[in-house]
């Protein structure tokens, strides 16, 4: 049953288009973005990343904040914070001449692992994390699932591959979006999401929500204590 769902999660992640079902990443585009060119698609993504890259470069510890926040106030703080970021809405985000006048809407979920991963581009701390023996008796559940806007299921399978592949999310996130690179590094690191994904779990998630969610467990994991194994 988990590897007959781990195999739909799959084929929904690595074949969907990125922005197929959630809201744009470029908006206010005109007729310039034509929805579902896979170019424009990687435009729009690389765009988003360079907004996150942006934040955390200009303002570190709102990024840093907004991504270890426990409370709904706490959070939308920090995120009001950023969203005044006058820095990054001045900065070049695009490199396509298609993309005049962009304007990134990333949804939150994708827009908190893109942060995710531009925090563990800059410290590394992730490089010397190590595989950790499997867990059981909710050892994966973690406080931070609360804020994220994700499926708590999604959640726990990302901390719990984290954990037990974190060489595997590192190979992912060295790939551009969209490209036969991430598609490869996503199937590879199926080995470990079949037995991460909870029992009876049914879920879907396009391949930059997967990703997004990884990219932040692991960031989690890089800053956090090591949970005892039970």
Known sequence: MRTRILTALLAVAVAAPAIANDPPLGSRLGERLKRGESRDNYDALRS???????LYFKRGSDVIGALTALSEAEQKRYQRNLSQSVECR?????????????AIQAPADVLRGMMAE???????????????????????QRDWFAITGRDRTVDEMAVCTAEQNPAGIRDLLATRPESAEELAAVKAVGATLGPCLPQGATLKANRQSLRAALAEALFHRSTEPVVAVQ
Not at 90 to 102: F, I, Q, Y
């Open 48 to 54: 988003a990343h360079r907004l996150a890259e942006c």
């Open 90 to 102: 001045n900065a070049t985000l695009v490199d396509s001449p298609r993309l005049e006048g962009v």
């Open 118 to 140: 531009a925090v563990l581009e800059k410290t590394t701390k992730d490089e010397a994390l190590q595989p950790l023996p499997a867990a059981t008796g909710g050892a994966y």
